[in-house]
């Protein structure tokens, strides 16, 4: 299959890349890995006029712990995250996450930065920097701005990023100690979307009780799921199995999934809960917590 | 629509072309160089049929804008033979049973040799992470594995 005709650009610059997008409005559309514009493009369910590949913008790949803050640049690639010692040692919900993402072959050129920015509730990674309380940078003619995660999905693949604006990293706070992580997905197989997944980070007190707690569902409705009422639900509480089961129940009572060939929406919802019930627990064990 | 003049080094060769923006890295390959070694499969970047090593890297070329190519060393299944001598995963291929119909082979090649340049000595559970964005619909990927062991072994 051969997409609708368009007009490449490489910038050499981020600035440069604004001004194309500036210049070409709704008709412009930002190339990062690729791994889901371009299928989009070739089976004619979007077409644009102009695509800007920002692949070799200078300065857009990186992974560091600065100011208290992960700092993930855009085009990092999820192979690059995959094998980084950093995630693995100090980010279990990402290197959870990362080897469930798509296949090895399309994470050695999809980004953090389409991941997240596409808006495809489907997409992993926007549950997870929801959960884990990230912020995303944009960039924009006007300069630069940060978007926390759970403000930024507004509908089906639309995000708080304004036509010219390009998102160029996540920002993830330093998890303090008795912190842990999990992600849980299922899926039928191999490159498939999840059928549901839950995406928890929690930070437990001195006395193991619960200070704070992220959870966010992937493919729970047309946006990624911020669950804060059942995160609310844990916060101040020990997180034994009565409090886990509770919280899995509430945010699995706010998801929205649709019907497909993953399952009816009772199925989804209850794997919802499932999932969210098991990133729970690992969440807890990897916090320190009983 | 302007065209794009790039430049690749594939197989070791450098060639140029000028390429339409939606030309695909597999079109690329298989219409404007004449390497028909690349298979496309799919088409929807699920089967790996087409997997080139770019810039050390396996990939879906079905799913790559010749273009963003530009600059890249790209080895194709035409590459892993050196001088009439079949690369180790070819030859494990052979050795082994490693296919039946042929048709996910290049990419499968491309995808394992990818490996053992990473690895050297994968484990079976690594080697078929490695090869999950590669669908074979005749061996049951029982000997595939054993192919590669098989290379990793003589690359040794």
């Not at chain 2, 079976?124 to 061996?139: K, M, P, V």
Request: hydrophobic content about 40%; glycine content about 10%; overall charge positive.
């Amino acid at each position: 299959m051969i997409p609708a005709a368009f007009d490449y650009h490489r910038p050499g610059t981020l600035d440069e890349a604004l001004k194309l997008l500036t210049s070409h409005g709704d008709q412009a559309k930002v190339l990062s890995g690729g791994m889901s514009l371009l299928p989009m493009l070739k089976l004619r369910l979007a077409s644009f006029a102009h695509l800007v590949d920002i692949g070799r913008v200078p300065g857009l790949d990186f992974i560091k712990e600065e100011g208290g803050s992960l700092r993930i640049g855009a085009m990092t690639r999820q192979s690059t995250l995959e094998r980084s010692d950093l995630i693995r040692t100090k980010y279990p919900i990402l290197a959870d996450a990362v080897p469930l993402i798509a296949d090895p072959l399309v994470r050695n050129r999809g980004t953090v930065g389409g991941n997240v920015a596409n808006g495809d509730p489907g997409n992993d990674q926007p549950a997870i920097m929801i959960a884990l309380g990230a912020t995303f940078v944009a960039k924009g003619p006007k300069g630069e701005r940060s978007v926390p995660a759970n403000q930024f999905y507004k509908g089906l693949y639309e995000t708080a990023l304004a036509r010219n604006e390009i998102l160029t990293e996540v920002r993830i706070p330093v998890p303090p100690a008795r912190s842990g992580g999990a992600y849980a997905k299922l899926k039928r197989k191999t490159g498939d979307f999840a059928v549901a997944a839950a995406a928890v980070q929690l930070t437990l007190d001195a006395k193991g009780a619960v200070e704070r707690a992220g959870i966010a569902l992937t493919n729970a409705g047309l946006t990624p799921l911020n669950a804060a009422d059942a995160a609310k639900h844990l916060v101040g509480k020990m997180p034994d199995e009565k409090t886990i089961v509770e919280a899995a129940k509430m945010a699995a009572a706010k998801s929205t999934p649709s019907a497909d060939v993953r399952g009816s929406v009772e199925y989804k919802k209850e794997m919802a809960r499932v999932l969210t019930t098991r990133a729970l627990r690992k969440a807890v064990q990897r916090a320190g917590g009983k | 629509m302007a065209k794009h003049k790039i430049s690749v080094t594939i197989n070791g060769a450098v060639r140029e072309a000028e390429v339409e923006s939606r030309l695909l890295l597999v079109h690329l390959i298989r219409e404007d160089f004449r390497m028909t070694g690349t298979h496309i499969g799919c088409d929807t970047s699920h089967c790996g049929a087409c997997t080139v090593v770019l810039d050390g890297n396996p990939v879906k070329s079905c799913t790559v804008l010749a273009v963003q190519a530009d600059g890249a060393k790209i080895t194709t299944v035409e590459g892993l033979e050196q001088g009439g001598k079949l690369h180790p995963v070819q030859e494990g291929f052979t050795e082994k049973h490693g296919l039946q119909c042929g048709f996910c082979t290049p990419g499968m090649l491309m995808t394992t040799s990818a490996l053992l340049e990473r690895n050297k000595n994968p484990s079976e559970q690594e080697i078929r992470e490695a090869i999950a964005g590669n669908l074979c619909r005749c061996t049951g990927y029982v000997n595939i594995v054993k192919a590669v062991q098989y290379a990793a072994e003589k690359m040794r």
